[in-house]
């Protein structure tokens, strides 16, 4: 094979099939955002609203619903190493699908609260677990470029899902006949499997796309795969760097799943006033902010290294979450342009963090542990949510608290060393 230049991995040539994954991954980052967090601004209001439920206590239950699925995620990485992305994706989106079909029909707060469970485990399994070794094994080295496209489907889960579903629960009668029509919509997802096999040479193309014959493939699969990190699990748990990183990826989670599942509310709540069309456009609009935001702070990424572009990135997240209990329009204008801008960089810093610390190399093994550590901080950003609303009436307590938590943040990210490992060696 010819020497390929190192420009090569940078440029976004996929191929027509590599572009169709990116955009079903992205499809499926889209549905699990609506699922599990941008839409539970209107979904939980509702069903609270027709079924006489206690509103506090159905957010509260995204908090347990979120630790269960971490297990169920671990369980469900271990059977995609196992039997292969494809077959666990079709498995994971028609469990979603199902459950989120139950959900909308729950007749008890217990049934909303199993059905949340299995919607929050098998969402983000397709969309975060198969669908990423869906792209790791088309991408084997362009997989970070592939994910930052295919991440984008955050932002449109927020610019068009949460309109969508407002306007589909005003003209469909309930949150049934919503979520009945999104089930479908989720399981028909599943139509992009048929036509993407597990691995890309299956698919009439080859791995990052390169021009190679038959035995090259075979090689440049063994070399990607040969490489055995130097890090074991015992070791990455007494490691401060991983601790650290984890701590900071938690908080950006925690805030963003916080703000942007309940912004809505906060917006149409007494303190604010905003009528709810006005409110879903806000959000809308802060999403549309986010997709340039997200190549924005990428480019800091790159200008500046990782470690500083985070810490910033966390300075900044706290000031518009401070600047949202402001008193006045203008504050509150400013907040939601500044949050909108955050969103952007958030699903960033996980790939980038990771890889930049401990090398790209071991991105792998090191993510496999730090994900499920910030996944269980961002699942407490509910109850926090909830004893706000339960103990005074308000999110501006949470508000204050995300904020402070933020610049935390920004200071347990100054306290990372990232030359350390940085060459993938334990030094």
Known sequence: MKEINEKFYTKSNFGAKGWLLIIFVGLMLMFCSALTNDGLNIVIPVIAGENGWDYAQLLAYSTPAGFISVIGVLVLSVLTDKFGAKLI???SLLIAAASYIWYGHAQSPTQYFIALTLMSTFATGAAWVSGGAYLAMYFPRKKGLALGWATMGNNLCTLAMVPLLSMMTAAFGGMGNTTLILGVVIAALIGFCFVLPNKPEDAGMTPDN?????????????????YVSPWTYKKLLLNKEMWLISLVLGITMMITVGIVSQMVTR??????????????????????????????????????????????????????????????SIPLY????MIGFALGGNANWPVSLCSSVFGHMNFAKVYSLVCPIYTFIRCCAFAVLAFFISTTGSLSGAYILFGVMAIIGAGLTILINDKKYADGKIN
Not at 274 to 298: C, D, F, H
């Open 89 to 91: 994706t079709i498995i």
């Open 210 to 226: 390169l021009p190679m014959s038959a035995d090259e493939i075979q090689q440049y699969r063994k070399e990607a795969n040969a």
């Open 267 to 328: 917006l149409t709540s007494s303190e604010i006033g905003w009528e709810q069309p006005k409110a879903v456009a806000a959000l809308s609009v802060a999403a549309g902010v986010g997709i340039v935001g997200s190549y924005l702070w990428g480019v800091l990424d790159q200008k500046i290294t990782t470690k500083k572009a985070t810490a910033i990135y966390m300075v900044w997240y706290g000031i518009a979450a401070f600047l949202n209990v402001v008193p006045g």
């Open 334 to 337: 400013i907040s939601i342009f």
